[in-house]
């Protein structure tokens, strides 16, 4: 039997999760700001240690790329990578927006996923229902909050997500609307809903890769980099 690991570091949430490329086993989320370096190892041993499995038996994984926390993408690829050396282990990237949409456990209706990207911007992306899943409509986008508000249709859910920053304002004057979500308020089931990704992708060889390749989605540049630039 193989299994599928999934992890999601993209936001607050420690999200992991395991199937047995059948159906899903099991997922742990955690929300302890600032932890995962030191919470991600110990909890995929416990999902091992749950199902009664070896690191052998895991046959793929599924990782959220980006966009979303420039920390918390690099400290969950960094892990997968050194967890997949010298394994065989083929990986799949998956978008952080997808994860947190098909994650929703209400899919009736059309998702639209939005990370505060800081600076008045957003990270956002809109899903259809598909069976079990979601279905993508339109690529992940950086732009001004808007333009995402623009794209919102009468009936979507809008699933919000701060990735921790206590001071983010962009999604204040979201409050009281009806069907719009904050994640902080409504947990998820991130790094399962990877798992499943990967579950469903066990047929479609082409999208999988070895996990050296694996890079983080960041869409925007960081703070360095837009200093950088502005000097030259």
């Known amino acids: 039997m193989s299994f599928v690991l999934g992890i999601d570091?993209?936001?607050?949430?420690?999200?992991?999760?395991?199937?047995?490329?059948?159906q899903p086993v099991v997922g742990v989320s955690r929300y302890i700001r600032n932890s995962h370096a030191e919470h991600i190892s110990r909890t995929v041993l416990f999902l091992?240690?749950?199902?009664?499995i070896k690191p052998s038996d895991i046959s793929h994984?599924?990782?959220?790329?980006?966009?979303?926390?420039?920390?918390?993408l690099r400290i969950g690829i960094s892990f997968l990578k050194g967890f997949c050396f010298g394994t065989g282990i083929r990986v799949l990237p998956v978008s952080s927006l997808e994860s947190m949409a098909t994650s929703w456990q209400c899919l009736d209706r059309p998702i639209i996923s939005a990370f505060d990207a800081r600076n008045g911007e957003v990270f956002w992306a809109r899903f259809e229902p598909h069976g079990e899943t979601v279905k993508r409509r339109t690529d992940d986008c950086l732009s001004s909050l808007d333009i995402m508000k623009s794209a919102i249709q009468e009936g979507d859910t809008v699933l919000i997500d701060t990735l921790g920053y206590v001071k983010s304002s962009v999604f204040q004057n979201f409050s009281g609307r009806p069907r719009?979500?904050?994640?902080?308020?409504?947990?998820l089931q991130r790094g399962l809903a990877c798992a499943r990704a990967g579950m469903r992708a066990l047929d479609e060889p082409n999208a999988w890769v070895n996990a050296e390749a694996i890079l983080p989605r960041y869409l925007s540049a960081t703070t360095m980099e837009k200093r950088l630039a502005a000097r030259a």
């Open 48 to 52: 091992l240690e749950s199902c009664a």
């Open 61 to 72: 994984a599924a990782i959220a790329v980006g966009p979303g926390s420039f920390t918390g």
């Open 180 to 187: 719009v979500y904050a994640v902080e308020r409504h947990p």
């Open 9 to 22: 570091t993209s936001s607050v949430e420690l999200g992991m999760g395991l199937t047995n490329g059948q």
